[in-house]
Structures are given as C-alpha cells and as structure tokens.
C-alpha cells in the first residue's frame, strides 16, 4: 500500500549489508561477524544511516575495501536522502583512523571506484546481495 509510511530501521540495513561476501573469504560479512544489527544506528527523522563495521583482524588489509563495498551497496539500496556513514568499529583496527577517513571522504570513494579493477571487486563482494 503507496500510503502506508514504512521506517527504515537497523535491521532493513542489516538485511541489506549481511550477505555481502568478504573478499579473502568465502563467507558473507554476517558469518564473519563483521557487520551485525547491534553496530548499526538509523534515523529515518535526521535521514541518517551510520555503520560501523569490525574487520576478522586487527591488521586486516581488506578493510578498506570491506568498508567501500558496504557504503557502495547501500548508497545503491537505500533512498538518496540518506547520508550513509561507514567506519570501523572503534579499537579493532590499527589503522581505524586512516581507513575511516578514506570512507568518509566523497572525493576519495568517487575517485576508488573510478579505478575498474577496485569497482570490479566492490561489485564482486557485493553481487547478488
């Protein structure tokens, strides 16, 4: 029904992110517990979604990528009022501060994913989610 107002709520984005496919792994990010519903902040009224995300190790070199398929997927889900947010979840990576700032910056994300073989891993993790 068009005139029922439905939220978005953590568990909808949750849905949306939990079968994506880790790139060292042949497993989603939800049986890695690398992203879970109780990491994850929504607010339909300030048209917020904010993601934090844990990597499997400390010194994961994927999770930059982990980080930029998560964002790519649901900027692509997820109506345009949104801002996404995604970052580490804070203390379980020694480079949190620098892979946050490269998912948080607009410039940075647009310019990765003109490289065709860093979108065609992006798409590869998150195909068929």
Known sequence: DDDVYDAVD?????????????????????????VQEDLIQCSDTDNSIV??????IPH??????IGLSLRVKLLR??????????????????SEAAINKQLGDKER?????????LLSLVN?????T
């Open 77 to 94: 889900s997820v109506a345009d009022r949104f801002k996404v947010d995604v970052s580490v979840t804070p203390g379980t990576h020694q």
């Open 51 to 56: 993601v934090n995300f844990t990597p499997t």
């Open 109 to 117: 994300v647009a310019a990765a994913l003109e490289n065709p073989q």
């Open 10 to 34: 953590a568990r909808e984005i949750f849905d949306l992110i939990r079968n994506i496919k880790d790139p060292e792994h042949p497993h989603s990010l939800e049986e890695l517990s690398v």
């Open 124 to 128: 590869t993790c998150i195909y068929g």
């Open 60 to 65: 994961c070199s994927m999770a930059t990528l």
